[in-house]
DNA sequence: CATGAATGAGGGTTCATTCAT
DNA sequence: GATGAATGAACCCTCATTCAT
């Protein structure tokens, strides 16, 4: 990459990162492009030079989200480990990246409705694959017994919703701390899944 | 009340639905006047007479979502029940109203952010009031050794998010009777509280 | 006239002063029919059965104040009294009469151009005839060598000009009672006309 | 100022003075943007880029206006000169800015009440200071004994509402000429302040 | 690269007026 | 006579987007 386009990259992460702060703030519709350019010492036509459009910005926070989750995600679903310590893994992943980048974030829970029906479908497949992480052992855990018999799809459900509905009330200055808060959720989580057995 | 405010009543009942429904597909910002009258065969006009302002119909949508819980679950919490059995009532309330009501309270749950100040604290209050509901069930359990010793503000927080995350799934045709699925959530949520004792 | 159309002239008088009240107050533009009908605890649709149109309301304002001054001033004309004098007359009741019906004389001279086209004409015309009033005796006391040999059109502004200007400051608990201020301008304003024949 | 600020400043301008004129003609609430922007071959919203809402723009008006006169009227204070010919130069210099800024002046006079409690109050500030120029005179003219004991505050009056009234009749076609309307202005009404000392 | 300027499209809201009951 | 209900027609204003300089 040139110093040039470095540079516009460089502009462009700036731009999407003020972006999603506001976003999250105010909402999509309530944020106008002047808001952001004010914000970045822009102005509002110069964002047009990094970004072709308002959805696009947009979809952009959102597909870095999912980049962000995905990318934390996979490695740990190749680990080598029992389905119950790897969803633990999982969840106290989710819930860090969710608070080191909760606005990013916040928009991708948020805003999605926003997207246009292309870029929605983009999200919408890269969410499914990040969902199938979750999936994928919960099945694995019924097969092997590890785990009671509940619907995989319900279970993930419960978990997500759980989770993810930490940008409602999640702030920074709170009581706990992110690994206290991961280990809380996965705890209580994984815990019904548990079967058994004595 | 005579047959004429009964109609107009009804009329103003009709415009909320149909906005509920709207907002909840299209989000409130992308939901205009004209569409919500044209669904009703009406003039964008004809509207104002029912209604004050585009953001009063959130408003009543909001409210209208929150006295329906309350309705439902302010008679349980007066119930003589065990702390697990009567948190157990509650989450199944919680889920087949909002099943029942799935535009009005995707509303409430998804367009809080665009009421106006004024409003949105009445909405907060009564919030408030129905959260307490399940915190002290919480409080209670724990104090009378029947719970864990969780945090109940945490465990508030996942048993809602994982209920409310239901809006974003949840769908008439799906294979799960909105029974099963209170029972499910009552069953994975509740269990991760008891204690343990042999 | 029947008792039926009695009753129908006297609830439109009603209406006319009222909307003569409402309009001095907020303007002809920032008045609504409902206020209008508010104030009289009638219903917006209930005007229109006396009154066909709100432009028609200020038409009959403008027409009702240009009829009063007419029935005051006219009679005076009449009498026979050296200029001067007759000056002083018309003056007092002029005042007299913009105090007396503060309300549709502000609408009168506030809101002329509010009238469509036809109605202004009419109006016009009755003012026309009023201001010759003045412009009479103006022009009996040049020629007669009573008053000086200014301009009758131009004394004629400034008379009406000082006279009108009132209702900007008129106030009923004002220091001043009616008479006084009749007396002030009449003096003030004929004074400079009297010729200095020492 | 740079060429761009001065452009703009200029714009703005034109904008203001197209606004005076159309709404003196057809008042503030029958004159629409897309009118003012029309005239000036722009787009309703372009005005918006120059100015933040019609109100606004009225306000500009009236500031306008009432700056114009005191600037005029203030440095005439200053001189030293007796009450009467003070006075004098007073009505003469009112009648020519008014007749030199015909539009703006009339919006001042006739439209003031449809601007809102904070402008209102602004105009109403800056119009005492000018209105206290005249009573300054007046109460000078009587404490030295050159005028005749009459109440300055409705001589004030007097004098304002008769040279005001220009706005109602003035035309540029007319057979007087500025200099010839305000000397005229300035004879009839400082006469009768005159005291009568043989 | 940056931006001042301009605009099309659209949305919320008001209100005089009408009309069936 | 009276009125609840409905509406057409405007109007103000916002804002994403474009483009010449």
Redesign the interface.
Known sequence: MSFREERAAQRRNEILQTAAKIFRE?????TSIEEIANELKFTKASIYYYVPSKENLLYECNDMAMNLLLKKGEPIAKLDLPPDEKMRELIKQHVETLIDEISLITVLL?QE??LNEEHRKLIIEKRDRYEKIFTDVLDEGVSTGVFEE??PK??K??????????F??YSKSGR?KKKE?GE??A???V??LIKNNQ
Chains 1, 2, 3, 4 share one sequence.
């Open positions: 105010k909402g999509y519709h309530d948020q409705y926003a509940y619907d319900m279970v459900m419960i978990i997500f919703g759980a989770v993810n509905w930490m409602h009330w706990l808060i809380f959720f705890d209580y989580l815990k019904p």
